[in-house]
């Protein structure tokens, strides 16, 4: 709307004009008007009838100048008047506008289920809605005027919040979006999720913020509710699978020890009765570890070795899990391909692979086994990050049914299977990803309908210039010394003491930390190695660990426990020490007894 200059309000100048013009056309009259009768007419008595005529005529033309100047600026004082009466009703129409528009605000403010609230260039409140003070518990006296910062927000979130208000407000660019807490009259803490905008003058001056707030508060709760509802049911997914799998362990195990007790004469048969107990242990050892390495909790003991040997030493045992009427097909690289891994879990992701695979043909088919290395410039991971160099490559195909868009977007989630209850553990995939996770690797998944399925696990190359491991399991030369040994499981106890007693050496067994100290304190002089439980009641090992370096600094302590690996980081093992994951083998727990006894310290 165009504005009206001061002196065009009341136009002053007009009467001024108007005199000023009639001075100059009179002044100009009389002295025109005398000159020529003086030059022209020398009678007086015609000089006197002229001059009244003449003075006529100057009373004639003056009316009719005044009667022109005073119409002319007439109507431009009515063309004035009528721009100031169009401009006063626009303006008046504007502000009706203008207080209509903030009555509708200031209603929809008040009646919206919302806190709202605004603050002025300093965060202080100008205004805020009777939800808000519903909801805090305040009247609108108390707050307005007050600082929102001081009045709301409870102590702990003053500079995060003041970050985002008064730096926003100071630089006019303020946080879109965002959530705290405000405190109640009472002390009691609302979560509100906000929408704030920054308010200005019509010069674009920042003036303050204005905001709008959803209390989640009771939304979260519920969340979480539902959060430990899901996470409930995927537990009792997961237990009636590892049920199903542990009860088909103890039953071979208890069906096997009976039959051994009733044919310890028939050394042959006793054998295969021990194997089979053997291998059911070690099933059971397998499914902890799934269960571990799936939370992403197992310690895992990486060593240099070949990735092809992993294959070849498996084939045996996968040929007969899949089935006759499954093929199996390896094509392995001409190459060594080195990679730091652990070979038990490798070998685990690839039983998982094959099963599936198998679970995947029904009427059979041909499951295929291909290892080699690739090379990546760049390459981008699901999870956004970038690697580079060269990688092992082991790819495990099917020629099953496929899987369908919907469920590879779920196919590595946890507990998601499409086997029923107590089919399987509900791990499957999920615990293939945490162990090639754990390696620092990733896996893909190539699959159509009806076209097969391929799994692509990428695995860091490790340098060549070392001698690649392979897997071999050499005997354990016997061995010689003392051996303090700490575990406070009775069985576990003799069966270890035994373990390491057939090895050749002298085991001093004890159940308590304080036992453990008396008996070294007696026997410090032979005990060379102590095998301590990392868990115990009363003194645990870190602590036995501690007295023991004050009596003998260069013992040599070997840490074990059966606890994952976050409750062992809680115990602030010593830096470097050497750790044996329970439950260990016997030629394993003598190899890695044998390997420390021979270091020096």
């Not at 004009?17 to 003086?38: G, M, P």
């Not at 913020?209 to 539902?226: F, N, P």
């Not at 373990?499 to 070294?520: H, K, M, N, P, T």
């Amino acid at each position: 709307m165009n504005q009206v200059q001061p002196e065009q309000h009341v136009p002053r100048w007009i009467p001024g004009r108007i005199v000023a013009i009639y001075a100059a056309v009179s002044a100009f009259w009389i002295f025109c008007s005398d000159y020529l009768l003086e030059a022209l007419v020398h009678d007086r008595q015609q000089m006197a009838r002229l001059a009244m005529v003449k003075g006529w005529l100057f009373v004639l033309v003056t009316a009719a100048l005044l009667f022109y100047l005073i119409r002319h600026y007439v109507a431009s004082l009515r063309e004035l008047n009528a721009d100031l009466q169009r401009m006063i009703h626009e303006r008046m129409v504007a502000e009706e506008a203008v207080h209509e528009w903030e009555s509708r605000f200031r209603t929809l403010m008040e009646q919206v289920h919302m806190c709202a609230v605004m603050l002025d260039e300093q965060g202080n409140i100008t205004f805020c809605n009777d939800f808000l003070l519903q909801l805090t518990g305040w009247s609108r006296e108390e707050v307005i005027g007050r600082s929102w910062l001081e009045m709301f927000i409870p102590p702990a979130r003053h500079e995060q919040v003041k970050a985002v208000i008064i730096q926003g407000l100071s630089s006019g660019n303020i946080a879109t979006h965002f959530e705290n807490e405000i405190l109640t009259n009472k002390g009691v803490e609302r979560l509100i999720v906000w929408n704030n905008t920054v308010l200005k003058n019509a010069a674009g001056a920042v003036i303050g913020c204005a905001s709008l707030g959803i209390d989640v508060t009771d939304h979260r709760k519920m969340e979480a509710q539902l959060l430990h509802s899901q996470k409930m049911e995927s537990v009792g997914t997961l237990a009636g699978g590892i049920a199903h799998d542990f009860n088909n362990i103890l039953t071979v195990i208890i069906s096997c020890s009976t039959l051994l007790r009733n044919r310890i004469d028939d050394h042959e048969r006793a054998t295969k009765l021990i194997d089979q107990i053997d291998q059911a242990a070690h099933r059971a050892a397998s499914l902890t570890g799934s269960l571990l390495a799936f939370s992403h909790k197992q310690s895992i003991a990486p060593r240099k070795m070949d990735l092809n040997e992993i294959v070849i030493a498996m084939r045996e045992f996968l040929e007969r899990i899949i089935g006759e009427d499954v093929v199996l097909s390896t094509t392995l690289s001409a190459d060594k391909i080195p990679v730091l891994a652990d070979s038990t879990q490798l070998e685990q992701v690839v039983m998982n692979l094959v099963s599936n695979a198998r679970d995947a043909m029904p009427t059979g088919g041909t499951v295929s086994i291909t290892t080699g290395q690739v090379h990546f410039d760049e390459h981008v991971l699901a999870d956004g990050s970038v690697v580079s160099g060269f990688f092992a490559l082991l790819k495990v195909s099917d020629t099953g049914v496929g899987i369908s868009e919907s469920m590879r977007e779920r196919i590595f989630e946890p507990f998601f299977t499409t086997k029923a209850v107590g089919k399987g553990t509900g791990l499957g995939l999920s615990m293939a990803y945490g162990i090639i996770k754990q390696h620092s690797g990733w896996i893909d998944l190539e699959s159509e309908i009806g076209q097969g399925s391929s799994f692509l696990i990428y695995l860091p190359v490790v340098g060549v210039s070392e001698e690649v491991g392979s897997i071999q399991h050499e005997e354990v030369p016997e061995g010689e010394g003392a051996i303090l040994l700490v575990e406070d499981n009775d069985q576990v106890l003799q069966v270890n003491r035994e373990i390491l007693e057939a090895g050749g050496y002298q085991v001093i067994a004890v159940s308590r930390g304080a036992d453990a100290l008396r008996s070294f304190r007696e026997q410090k002089d032979i005990i060379r190695l102590a095998i301590i439980d990392v868990i115990m009641p009363g003194m645990t090992g870190r602590q036995l660990y501690d007295e023991l370096m004050l009596l003998n600094p260069r013992l040599k302590v070997i840490f074990t426990s059966g606890y994952t690996a976050d409750i062992l980081d809680r115990q602030k093992l010593p830096q470097g020490c050497t750790f044996s994951q329970k439950p260990h083998a016997p030629q394993e727990l003598l190899r890695l007894v044998h390997e420390i006894m021979g270091k020096r310290r």
